[in-house]
């Protein structure tokens, strides 16, 4: 299995730049993907890595190096709605299933 | 149907009773997935299905846990003899074919045993 590590909790202020880090340790890793969860709601895909480097999407960005075992997911011009749990999740060799972190609580103050 | 869906959205149970979680995946994905959710914690693999069989039940927790999948779409996990650490957001997810491609969630199901 993978160990996913990530910090518990961020606080940013509107407008500004937040970078949620997470490491992870697998056998056969074979892609890593971010969701964003809001408080009672169902988790949300928000990007995909599979190959190192950036993956740009509007205001998210995701980087992967697979030779550190190192993600990071960069939100950019922070809006109150940006607020909720970000998740890292590994997927390992050919397995189907995602093993998921525990989770960075994003706070962002006006 | 447009996403996932899944019922009740909230159940409160008491200690010892029996419950059933429904799900019900995107229309046309052939992998469906269960996850279990306690508060504060990350999400925890419960089992998976391709099509009608489940090849991976190595989350389930307990033999108090069971799930089946009828006519590759419409899944029920059921809980046997409910407890107090059952209480959780179980949280059903689909994929087009599980091969690789992304992990589609519903909006889960609230459990609290009392």
């Known amino acids: 299995g993978q160990n996913i590590d990530q910090p518990t909790e961020m606080t940013a202020t509107e407008g500004a730049i937040v970078q949620i880090n997470c490491t992870y340790q697998?056998?056969?890793?074979?892609?890593l993907f971010w969701y964003q969860q809001h408080a009672g709601e169902a988790p949300t895909f928000l990007s995909y890595n599979v190959l190192d480097g950036l993956e740009e999407k509007g205001r998210f960005s995701s980087f992967l190096s697979r030779s550190k075992g190192y993600s990071y997911l960069l939100l950019k011009e922070l809006q109150m709605k940006d607020s909720a749990s970000y998740l890292c999740a590994v997927r390992e060799g050919d397995d189907y299933k995602l093993s998921f972190g525990a989770g960075t609580t994003v706070t962002v103050r006006a | 149907g447009a996403g996932v869906s899944q019922s009740p959205s909230n159940k409160v149970t008491e200690k010892g009773k029996d419950v059933e979680l429904r799900c019900d995946p995107i229309?046309?994905?052939?992998?469906l997935y269960w996850y279990r959710q306690s508060l504060g914690q990350g999400l925890e693999f419960l089992i998976y299905?391709?099509?009608?069989?489940?090849?991976?039940k190595s989350g389930l927790p307990s033999d108090r846990f069971s799930a089946e999948r009828t006519g590759g779409s419409v899944s029920t996990l059921t809980i046997q003899r409910t407890q107090q650490e059952d209480s959780a957001v179980y949280l059903c997810?689909?994929?087009?074919?599980?091969?690789?491609?992304?992990?589609?969630f519903g909006e889960g199901s609230w459990l609290t045993v009392v």
């Open positions: 697998t056998s056969g890793f074979n892609g």
């Open positions: 299905f391709q099509g009608n069989s489940a090849p991976d």
């Open positions: 997810a689909s994929s087009l074919d599980g091969g690789g491609n992304t992990i589609y």
């Open positions: 229309s046309g994905h052939t992998a």
